[in-house]
Structures are given as C-alpha cells and as structure tokens.
C-alpha cells in the first residue's frame, strides 16, 4: 500500500508532497483508498461532504468504531503526515482478519477532505462540515490562489457543493473515532517509546496581517520618504519569535503574499499570516496580543497601517478521558501520554464524538516537510497497537 500511494502528488523538483483539495493528485488518493476498500470487501461511500468512508458491518447500526485520517497535504509536505493513518488503518483491518478476530461492533476507516487546508486556507474542512462548525455559507466563501471557490472546485472533481453541511446523523452512528497520527515532533524519540496516546491538543489558529502602505520606485525614494509595509512585516516576524520564546508557545509566519510583487518596487501591501498555538488559551491569547501590539507600534513608526483578521480558531482539545484511559489498559499501561500543537480531525470531531488518537515515533521530529520520517519497524508497531485497540474496542 506504502509504495502504490508513494508517488501520488509527488513534486519532482522538492520530494515534497503537492495533494491539495479537489485538484487531480487528491482525485488519485481518493480513487487508492476506494481501490482498497473494495480489495477488503468493505462497503465503499463518499459522504455529502467528500469524506471517503469503508465500512465493515453495518453503517447504520450504530455505536460504529471509526478508524482513519486523512489523505492530502501541505505545499511540499512529507509522505507520513496523514497518509501514515489511513494506510495503518486498512493493514491493522488486515491484522484483526489475520488473529480470525469477530466484530462485535461495525468498524469503519475514512479519509477526511481538505485536512490540511492548503488549498483554501482553512485547515480540516471536510470534519468542520461535518461537524457544523464550518458552515455551507462559510464555505461558500473560501477561494484559492486563483480565485477558484469551494463549490467550483468540488463540482469540478465530480462532487455535489449543494449538499455540503453538518451530518449530525452520521457522525451519531460513530461510538469512538480513533487516529493514528505520526507524531509532530520528538517526544517518543526522547523517551525511547515507539508509539504515544495524545492527551490534548493544544489550541491554535491563524491570523492575517494586511500591513499597507505606499508603493514606489526601489531606486529613486528615499529612504526617510518611504512607507513600506515590508519593514513593519518584518519588524512584526521577529516580534512573534520573541513573544512566543518569551511565553513557552509557538508562533510563525509560514505565509506571505506582497503587492505589487516587483524586484524594484516598494510593496503598497504586505499580506502574512501567524499561525500561533499555545499549551493553554489565556497564553494565546497573550501572545497574539503581544504580537499585534508590537506590529501596530511598528506600523506608527513606519507610516503604514495594519488590520488584523483571525481566520481560524480551534480551542484546546480535551481528549475523552475514559476512552484514552481504556485505550491505555488495551495496550498494557505502560504508553506514554503526550500533547500535541497540531490540529487534527480527531480534535475537530471531539466536540460531536468520543475521539483518542495514537502516535508514531518520529526521529527527527520533522513534519510538512520532504524530511518527515517513520522507520519501518515504527509504523509496524504502530499498526500493531491500532490493531489491538480496534480489537479491544469492536471485538468485545
């Protein structure tokens, strides 16, 4: 499965991984997964919001055990980073018929769309519709690079934009979702442990800066005349470094987009967004107010102006306690226990859904990179431990 899903969406120039929503490369990983839900014998649909769904028993009796992740990635982003979920998925299906293990419950592995909301900025669509936190309106106004909308893009790859929007009825058939996630830095390659249970997720979101001032010649205006919205951008960068060190959190501006875009012009807009998380809200909070604070003090000195827009936020992720507990007895108590800054769609189904999710070691602690990494023997106990969850769930 790892080497027939490897090369889909791969960039020749980078090694990086190009899936985005709706474009052909994400019409390849959908066209794999149902591929392997047909090769089991599960039963094979695609949900109102473009979620891909295998189901082994009955969809519609209830208290279902969901297993999976997602399929597409950031620009350039590494091999591990939700593939690693829905590929361990279908191999831990693949261990339970191989032990001769007998359902008791109906289990099902999905592929959520748009989890990394690369294409259209706004991370885990697909379980934000689901959920109904992102709303059919809302998601009417997203739009990519090119000014494509949501709806033009699905319609495009063959789905329905009319239907999209909450699936309360679906999401009530699920009794526990699991994930599997490559974990997003070193903490299991420091305590020697090849596999994690998430205890939260931290809370995060992300903000744009529009910082504008006046566009003019590079060569001919002088230094003290100038408005450049690029000088308090940058001034702004290095403020978020230093309130987020000063604060124990994290802060990056990963994503920029400047007017007129010119060698030899002085921009008249500078658009960044932060991405800022933090262990706990009231730190957030701090930092990004510190953040503004510092680029709107700059903008002053500099002549130009600044508007702040938060685009997305997702409040910290409390994991149900009883099902990681019951997760941890199934694999021995003797699992380490960590939190995580990134987002997942387990943490946007928590609010709907008891949810839980397990890590793999990731030696470098490298992520949405070329370099992300899993040594073989990992993922083979990870798939392991998924196995015997999924056993201990739906097979009592």
């Known amino acids: 499965m790892w080497a027939d899903l490897a090369p889909v969406g791969r960039h020749a120039d980078s090694g990086g991984y190009r899936r985005y929503a709706w474009t052909g490369a994400d019409a390849d990983c959908r066209t794999w997964f149902q591929e392997q839900a047909r090769a089991r014998g599960l039963a094979y649909e695609s949900d109102r919001n473009g979620n891909q769904w295998a189901w082994l028993g009955d969809p519609l009796a209830g208290d279902a ?19 690693l979920g829905v590929v361990s998925s ?14 008791s419950r109906p289990l099902a592995i999905t592929n959520f769309g748009d989890e990394e909301g690369a294409r259209f ?16 309106e ?62 939260a997720i931290w809370p995060h979101g992300r903000w744009r800066f529009d910082f504008r001032g006046e566009a003019n010649h590079a060569g001919t205006t002088r230094l003290a005349d100038r408005r450049d919205p690029m000088l308090t951008y940058a001034a702004t960068v290095l403020a978020a470094r230093t309130e987020a060190a000063l604060a124990g959190a994290v802060a990056t501006f990963g994503k920029i987009a400047v007017e007129p875009n010119g060698v030899n012009a002085i921009p008249s807009l500078v ?32 002549g130009t102006e600044l508007a702040v827009v938060r685009e997305s936020f997702t409040p910290v992720v409390e994991f149900e306690h009883a099902l990681r507990d019951e997760i941890d007895r199934i694999l021995g108590g003797s699992v380490p226990v960590l939190g995580t800054g ?55």
């Not at 055990?65 to 593939?83: E, K, M, N, Q, R």
């Not at 279908?90 to 359902?103: C, I, M, P, Q, S």
């Not at 000014?147 to 309360?168: K, R, S």
């Not at 397990?358 to 990179?369: A, Q």
């Open 138 to 199: 809302k998601a009417y106004e997203l739009r990519d690079a090119d000014g494509i909308a949501l709806p033009q893009a699905m319609e495009a790859a063959g789905y329905d934009p009319d239907a999209i929007g909450a699936d309360p009825e679906r999401l009530a058939r699920i009794g526990a979702f699991v994930e599997l996630h490559v974990e997003q830095g070193r903490a299991l390659d420091l305590s020697g442990d090849r596999v994690g249970i998430a205890s």
């Open 65 to 83: 055990v969901v297993t999976g992740s997602h399929l597409d990635s950031v620009p350039d982003g590494g091999a591990f980073d939700g593939p």
């Open 271 to 302: 658009r960044g967004w932060l991405d800022s998380r933090a262990a706990d809200q009231a730190t957030l909070d701090t930092v990004v107010t510190a953040v503004e604070k510092a680029a709107r003090e700059r903008a002053d000195r500099d």
């Open 121 to 136: 900025g706004l991370a885990c669509v697909g379980s934000r519709l689901a959920a109904g936190q992102l709303t059919k």
């Open 342 to 396: 990134a987002g997942h769609d387990a943490g946007i189904l928590s609010a709907a859904v008891p949810t839980a999710m397990l890590f793999v070691r990731n030696p470098t602690g490298v992520s949405h990179s070329p370099r992300e990494f899993a040594a073989e023997d990992d993922c083979v106990a990870g798939v392991l431990a998924l196995a015997d969850v999924l056993e201990g769930l739906a097979c009592r």
């Open 90 to 103: 279908f191999a831990a299906l693949d261990e339970l018929r191989r032990r001769g293990a007998e359902f």
